[in-house]
């Protein structure tokens, strides 16, 4: 039996489009048919993972938010939120220096507006928060987990790294955006924690994924498994290469695994 866990954007989904391919789908009921766990591993947190996603197919629990949050066939099994003393210090220093961050709770989001936003990339993104519906920041405190944030210099993510580094740990996904989550979590910090939880040996564990957040999950799991379309620090760390999200990637991969057969 092999746990398997799945990144979502990029790894079960296209940018842009929250519906799994039927490959994909299939692969997964197959696998779990044949007595294998199917994980979700995301840096979404609950709200953004949703049930329009996990109800396309079914899984047994899901690692959120880099490992803030974690359910085993729907039971929550341990969640991480940064108190009211740290979930000011991060707004303080974001003001500080400048830096755009939404702010992600499990329930909720928050967003700046006005005169809180400081770079033009959150601007252009106005739109979109409202779309989304994203509450405000001033509701944020004591109630959201990890932050996607952008900073258009790098001296302003160094600054936030300079004060704050006791409390949180930075993800580089590049071109200035970071995903700031608490210190000591990650990705294979929640597969540490679920497969303790069930007992399960590390050589039956399995990482797909294609971003730079997933570099944790990846070096720790047992197999690793790179999609086509992953950037070149994951490419370079996986055990297996397979082929593109929407390039039937996750069948591809699971084939390659042995869990799809009889």
Known sequence: MKIIFFDIDGTLICGGSELMSESTKE???????????????TGRTKRLVGENLTGQVEFDGLLLGCGTEIEFHGKQL????????????????????HVDAVLEGSREDYAPRGEEVFTETFRHMAREIENRKYDRYANA????DKLYAYAETPAGMD????????????????????????KGYSKATAIRYITDYLKIPMEDTVAIGDSNNDLPMLKYAHTSIAMGNSSKQVLETADYITTDVD?????????????LDK
């Not at 009211?84 to 220096?97: G, P, Q, R």
């Not at 405190?141 to 959201?144: D, E, K």
């Not at 390039?247 to 869990?259: P, S």
């Open 27 to 41: 692969a997964i009921r197959i696998a779990r048919a044949n007595g294998h766990i199917c994980m979700i591993n």
């Open 78 to 97: 341990m969640h991480k939120t940064f108190s009211m003393e740290e979930s000011k210090a991060i707004l303080t220093a974001m003001k500080k220096y």
């Open 141 to 144: 405190p004591g109630n959201y």
């Open 159 to 182: 600054g936030m790294k300079r004060d704050l580094s006791e409390i949180l740990d930075f993800i580089d996904r590049e071109q200035g955006f970071y995903e700031i989550v608490p």
């Open 247 to 259: 390039k039937d990637g996750i069948w591809n991969a699971l084939r390659w695994l042995g869990v």
